[in-house]
């Protein structure tokens, strides 16, 4: 049988969590792994390549779907960059609306912060989060 490491030495490796590397095999973005007799996973190096690739693309935001199409793409070989492209392309744009959508509401709350401290009854904190439409019409 050939050399591989366990799913407890995979999950260090890679640095995903063992419930986790079952999921992934669960939804099939991870080929599920030789067995030993006693029936143990047993993941190639290969497999640790791949796992890494999902984490990191995991921790760039990039979400399951286009992680298979990935390594759909990098599996084939000769396949086209330009998909790949298009994705990543697809994933920033993502990626610049939350950031417009997340600067919007930093400026909403920054307005509301600016309370002149007095009685709870005039506080901007509470005007603004009780009448948002309010809010929104000053702004």
């Known amino acids: 049988m050939s050399q591989g490491v366990t799913i407890g030495a995979a999950s260090r490796a890679c640095g995903i969590k063992v419930p986790t590397?079952?999921?992934?095999?669960?939804?099939?973005?991870?080929?599920?792994?030789?067995?030993?007799?006693?029936?143990?996973?047993?993941?190639?190096?290969s497999d640790l390549k791949r796992l890494r690739f999902i984490?990191?693309?995991r921790e760039l935001g990039f979400e399951i779907e286009p992680i298979r199409e990935l390594l759909a793409l990098a599996?084939?070989?000769g396949g086209p960059c330009e998909t790949a492209d298009i994705i990543a392309r697809s994933h920033l744009a993502a990626i610049d609306?939350?950031?417009?959508?997340?600067?919007?509401?930093?400026?909403?709350?920054?307005?509301?912060a600016e309370c002149p401290?007095?009685?709870?009854?005039?506080?901007?904190?509470?005007?603004v989060l009780g009448d948002h439409a309010e809010c929104l019409a000053e702004h």
Not at 26 to 44: C, F, H, K, V, W
Not at 118 to 127: L, T, Y
């Open 21 to 45: 590397i079952r999921y992934y095999e669960q939804i099939a973005l991870l080929p599920s792994p030789l067995r030993t007799d006693g029936n143990r996973r047993l993941y190639e190096q």
């Open 55 to 57: 984490r990191h693309a």
């Open 75 to 77: 599996d084939e070989p």
């Open 97 to 112: 609306h939350r950031i417009a959508r997340l600067t919007a509401l930093r400026a909403e709350v920054a307005r509301m």
């Open 117 to 127: 401290h007095g009685s709870a009854r005039e506080c901007r904190v509470i005007e």
